[in-house]
């Protein structure tokens, strides 16, 4: 294969997968998603350690190779280490980003530019393909939806809940305890989608109640990071963000940016029937305002309180 450019740069094997990553059968998409999981690493790997890493056959790699427009397996190594050497020249990628935090007047500058620089990395490594992949099956009116997170991502998964509850009928939010996702996973088909938010470190609660979720039948549309949250290895479609911060902590603002944006495609997707219900969901909303009132039990205090308390 000639090396390909975009404006004079190479076009990476990473873009290439995530560029063809729509046109791949679901086995060779496997191999792509390992591949960028672990890149270039995986990719640096023998045949035989690629499939085992994705879950395929040897053959599925080979044709995953083929499909990306390489005459064979050495021929995408060599490119992998070509971006390598060619890595190993910039030091921006050997300085921690924590040693390059300023203080004083430019510390909220920086944290911007950091934070508005994951957002833009993050959309520009989704493929198209996958992302229109999670439209289609969250405006899929045929499916019940259950959204999921973890210890901090149950916030992206109560926001995404919020609006799509908007947009359309049949979501809800995966309550914690066992019992409701020991009744949610007997009662699971193929109607139902579980949406899952998984970030590093991942939940292994997440991650079970997945695997039985997908075994029952259920369809999974993932939200991880780009070293992907085992739920990958049973998810329709997987849609990753940067999660690197200029603290200790993982930022999920790239999350956030990515749920935002969903629900605007969503939005878009439903047309008409998305706004009639908002336009209903309005409605009862003005006729539960303060303006007319439900009746309510008048408070009572548990204790007296004094005039002298605080």
Known sequence: MDEDQVDGTPVTVAQLTRDRLGELSAGERKVGRALLSAYPVAGLETVAELATRAGVSAPTVVRFVARLG????????RAL???????????VRQIPLQAEMPAGEEFLPFNAETHAGLIRRSFED???SEFEAAISLLCDESLRIHVVGGRFSH????????????????????????FSRTSLVADASRQDLLVVFDYRRYDPATVRLA???????????????????????????????RVESPSPFDSLVPGLALVETLVTAAMEARGQAGRSRVELMESV??????????????????????????
Do not use: C, K
Not at 217 to 237: C, F, K, Q, Y
């Open 70 to 77: 390489f005459a064979g397996y050495p021929h995408l190594q």
């Open 155 to 178: 916030l992206l998964a109560a926001y995404l809940v919020s609006h799509l509850q908007l947009l359309r009928a049949g979501v809800t939010a995966v309550p914690p305890d066992e």
């Open 126 to 128: 989704l493929p198209t």
């Open 211 to 241: 695997q039985a979720m997908a075994t029952a039948g259920a369809r999974t549309l993932l939200l991880t990071d780009p070293w992907l949250s085992p739920v990958a290895d049973v998810a329709e479609v997987v849609l990753s963000s």
């Open 81 to 91: 280490m070509s971006e390598v050497h060619a890595q190993m020249g910039s030091p």
């Open 285 to 310: 909303r003005d006729g539960l305002s303060p303006e007319n009132p439900a009746p309510l039990e008048p408070f009572q205090p548990e204790t007296e309180i004094s005039p002298t308390d605080h």
